[in-house]
């Protein structure tokens, strides 16, 4: 990959979370009878699969010019959870693959090597549109980097990632080129002095891997290791599709109080059932994965070690820059028994209970004044625990600290543009002397309502474009209409504040600073160009309203 990544000829096309295959998901996949398959759910698939076929055909043709204006070919970086394998409902049938176990016919289908290579299967049957596109975008002489996320780790694997190239050499005009134009990165791409770009799973403790450089079961090398986010979908919101998984990163507690007044007592006890059920699979193979590590101690740590070693060697740092990348991760939250009652919010539930049993022995033994005292300190003392339990509980929501983690990575790396992705929020800032990105998701659009062409954009598509290298290095989040299938805007950040068209990021900004530096950078009386593509009428320039 060093040949790859260790030149400037290229301008970066940055793309994350496109959910390709997650179309195939919910009650209406779930109960078709067969193979069969809904025709909501085909309109669904066809549009994601319409769109990204546009936008990948539209760069083929539109490229970017560097800081001295010279033309350069796409990298294209798609950054993580291109595909999802994790929410694909469909069951093989007949002898598409080996018949569903009982278990998988119960919970879905596991996260063994075999089923992975199934899915990516159907994914590139539904979406050929896209396969075709991604082929002659390569063969027009573009490179492709896949960045592995949580949702598309199944491309871990050799034979999932040979079945990708396989349909993708199938569909190409110059087949023995595609394995030299598209490459895939288990971690991060990098640039030196350029650009650092990673998913982010890896610091989000619900959905990281126990060792992200290795996410699969110690003992079975062709399985997936667990995540709370892949076992809690498979375990419990398969069997209860009612419960609000997609819409948990801000007050979580206060969503499943809510559902659990609306929704009938039996689904509601039920929902406990299923749940104790995924508790205990959980605990169970992180139990295993631990006592296996534990037995293997000194020759994991060692295989670790050589790993790190020649990802340094392959991006050209030095090992103790990588070491100091790998220890920017967040433990996942079944490292240990805390951490997992801390996620699953029974510390909080203890705590209450424990109060309220308090506060009724208090009213019991005391009256007057004794009691009012009492209970005063009681509830002191709680709200002292629990900002303290808060304090060290895994995060929902990683995007607030994905600027410092930036910045971090930044001074490690000497990277000038930092990129994430995963939360689904797309969000531009400058930290210091780093910029970070994040380009957004794409897995709304499948859901969404089309817009009429002579309405203002309402897509919140998004991507990024890199251009330039060193102290020329040009970063741009750039706006794309489903619709007109062009881009019709662009951000930029300049002096610390955000320059921008078509309306504002507040739905991807994640912080304070952030949120102030756009109010300032709409204050201040100051306008920049940034058209990067090469077809400029497409692309508008800042100005300030």
Known sequence: MRGLEGNSDFNLLVCSDLHLGGTLRGEDIFTAP?????????????????????????????????????????????????????????????????????????????????????????????????????????????????????????????????????????VSSEPEKIRQRVRFEPWFYFEENRVYVEHGHRFDPYNTFPDPLQPIVVTD????????????????CNRVRSFPIYDMDKNPMSKIVNWVIKRPKKEVFMAFVYWLSFLWRYIRANFLIRRSADQKRASLRQRRREKLRHIAESKGLTLKDVLSLDGLK?????????????????????????????????????????ATVATSILVLFVCVIWYRLNRTRPIFDVQPMLGRLARKIGRITGAKVVVFGHTHKAAIEKRGATQWLNPGS????????????????????????????????????????????????????????????????????????????????????????????RNKSQVAESEMR
């Not at 090398?221 to 979908?233: E, I, N, W, Y």
């Not at 709304?444 to 817009?451: A, E, G, Q, T």
């Not at 741009?476 to 921008?500: F, K, M, N, S």
């Open 34 to 170: 067969g193979a069969s398959l809904p025709f909501a759910a085909l309109r669904r698939a066809v549009r994601h699969d319409k769109s990204v076929e546009k936008f990948l055909d539209y760069h083929r043709h539109n490229t970017a010019t560097d800081e001295l204006g010279r033309l350069k070919p796409w990298r294209l970086v798609l950054n993580g959870d291109i595909f999802d394998f994790l929410h694909i409902d469909v069951m093989p049938t007949g002898d598409q693959a080996a018949e569903p176990s009982e278990d998988e016919e119960r919970y879905g289908l596991s996260f063994a090597e075999n089923r992975s290579c199934w899915k990516m299967g159907v994914i590139c049957s539904i979406h050929r549109r896209t396969v075709r596109a991604l082929a002659r975008f390569v063969d027009a002489g573009h490179q492709c980097v896949f960045i592995l996320g949580n949702h598309d780790v199944d491309l871990w694997f050799d034979k999932v990632r040979n079945g990708l190239l396989d349909a993708l050499e199938l």
């Open 221 to 236: 090398q062709r399985q997936l290791a667990p995540t709370f986010g892949h076992f809690s979908l498979r375990y419990f």
């Open 330 to 370: 967040r433990r996942h939250v079944g490292a240990s028994f805390a951490r997992l009652a801390q996620s699953m919010l029974l510390d909080l539930i203890a705590l209450f209970s424990i109060a309220g049993a308090s506060v009724v022995a208090i009213i019991a033994v005391a009256d007057g004044w004794n």
């Open 442 to 533: 794409w897995e709304h659009l499948p859901w969404s309502d089309v817009h009429d062409r002579t309405a203002s954009c309402t897509c919140a598509l998004r991507y990024g474009v890199i251009t330039g290298t060193g102290r020329y290095t040009q970063l741009y989040l750039v706006d794309w209409c489903a619709t007109e299938e062009v881009p019709v805007g662009a951000r930029q950040t300049t002096d610390g504040y955000v320059q921008g068209v078509k309306g504002h990021l507040s739905q991807g900004v994640g912080s304070l600073h952030s949120r102030l530096n756009h109010i300032l950078g709409r204050l201040r009386d100051r306008a920049g160009h940034v058209a990067a593509l």
